[in-house]
Nanobody, 126 residues
Framework: QAQLLESGGGLVQTGGSLRLSCAFS????????IGWFRQAPGKERRYVGSLNWSGRIADYADSAKGRFTLSRDNANFEVYLQMDNLTPDDTAVYYC???????????????????WGQGTRVTVSS
């Protein structure tokens, strides 16, 4: 059974950077589109961005454009979210999620992703 595991969260000051990793275990990683979501305290889980199976096509939410970069290493079954110029508004638990590649990229809704990690917490201090 496929699983996802996030790592790389932590505490960073405003303007700093973090790189989150999402490690996949299971079969056929190359078939999965991987997305990232985040959930701030008391708020709904929101889409951050997603990357197609090859890593060549990326989509970002407006809040992430110009600051966050997605990449993937299919040989090592990992996806990365590089986050730069962080602000306190980026404070949240970050989740990676996946779905088997098919029609319709990108997908923005939580229910469209069938595979989820447990999340990694990012705190940005002012």
């Amino acid at each position: 059974q496929a699983q996802l595991l996030e790592s790389g969260g932590g505490l960073v000051q405003t303007g700093g950077s973090l790189r989150l990793s999402c490690a996949f275990s299971g079969r056929a990683f190359h078939n999965y589109v991987i997305g990232w979501f985040r959930q701030a305290p008391g708020k709904e889980r929101r889409y951050v961005g997603s990357l197609n199976w090859s890593g060549r096509i990326a989509d970002y939410a407006d809040s992430a454009k110009g600051r966050f970069t997605l990449s993937r290493d299919n040989a090592n079954f990992e996806v990365y979210l590089q986050m730069d110029n962080l602000t306190p508004d980026d404070t949240a638990v970050y989740y990676c999620a996946g779905y088997n590649d098919g029609p319709g990229f990108p997908r923005f809704a939580v229910y469209q992703y069938g595979l989820w990690g447990q999340g990694t917490r990012v705190t940005v201090s002012s």
